[in-house]
């Protein structure tokens, strides 16, 4: 039996792209945003999905970070994809007939230098692929899409202008989740450990929650905060290390964090991807 995966994005948006390098020979499941993703693997409709977290050149997607320990799911894997932005329009559309780029705001964001350059406004949309629905919808040569060159194919629409992103190596990272979580062996090799927390309201709490990470050799390769919805008093943090829960130092630094920390919630660990 198929497994099913859930994206956010229609066919030929990037997370199609990496749903199908991930799991060849797969469903893939079409979905409006990253919630209503989620929103599937949590009641079984499918298997995984497979969520974007941040691109190399834009920065973090927003919102997942709030979604992830809303829905009770498990990180089981990470995925980085090489992301070339192709300039779309109808066909016999030259670059100088395009007044408007439809595209999400991270593409946008990603080629903002070629978009300036040449005059191009950035038109915000919910999804890469779907903006080249949009192009066919209005039938205007003056709009176009920045998607990927499957969305082109599937549309059939003209590539005006190849791989405009302004970072040659531009690349967006994948977590798959899962309703299980899987945590492989301690065999030697490379993991990360995701797990989310609130620290306390008292001075030098971070450096007190975090000190034991140090102490213990572990590398942070991330941290971020946000608020809690709805007040602006106590943070929350999205952290990464580089270990795995059997390891000694891991579960001394952990034992530090909870100490000075409130709701502390693991969310995975999984091989850490060569790309790294």
Same mark, same amino acid.
């Given at each position: ?91 016999? *559309? ?5 007044? +408007? ?7 946008? &964001?990603?080629? !903002?230098?070629? %978009? /300036? ?10 999804? *890469? ?5 949009? +192009? ?7 709009? &176009?899409?920045? !998607?990927?060159? %499957? /969305? ?125």
């Amino acid at each position: 039996m198929k497994l099913k995966i859930a994206y956010q994005g229609v066919a030929g948006a990037y997370s199609n792209i990496a749903a199908k390098n991930l799991y060849p020979e797969s469903v893939y499941v079409p979905c409006e945003t990253f919630e209503e993703a989620m929103n599937k693997v949590q009641n079984a409709e499918v298997d995984f999905a497979v969520i974007p977290v941040e691109n190399s050149t834009a920065g973090r997607v927003s919102d997942v970070h709030f979604l992830l320990p809303k829905t009770g799911l498990h990180i089981v894997g990470e995925y980085f994809l090489p992301v070339h932005h192709q300039l779309l329009a109808l066909k016999g *559309t030259k670059l100088e007939d395009i007044k +408007v780029a439809m595209s999400h705001p991270q593409a946008l &964001a990603q080629s !903002a230098e070629f %978009l /300036a350059k040449h005059g191009i406004f950035p038109e915000a949309r919910i999804d *890469t692929a779907k903006s080249c629905e949009f +192009v066919l919808e209005y039938q205007d040569k003056s709009k &176009a899409a920045i !998607a990927s060159e %499957l /969305a082109g194919e599937i549309y059939g629409l003209d590539v005006v202008a190849k791989n405009i992103e302004t970072m040659q190596n531009n690349t967006t990272r994948f977590l798959i989740m899962s309703r299980e979580a899987v945590v492989p062996e301690f065999d030697g090799e490379d993991f990360i450990t995701s797990f989310i927390f609130k620290a306390r309201n008292i001075p030098a709490a971070l450096y007190k929650a975090l000190g034991g990470f140090a102490t213990n050799g572990i590398n942070l390769t991330k941290i971020e905060s946000y608020l809690e919805q709805g007040t602006f008093v106590s943070a929350q943090f999205y952290v990464e290390v580089e270990a795995h829960p059997e390891q000694k130092g891991f579960k001394n630094a952990m034992e530090e964090l909870k100490f000075f920390s409130d709701n502390v919630h693991v969310l995975g660990t999984y091989y850490a991807a060569r790309e790294r």
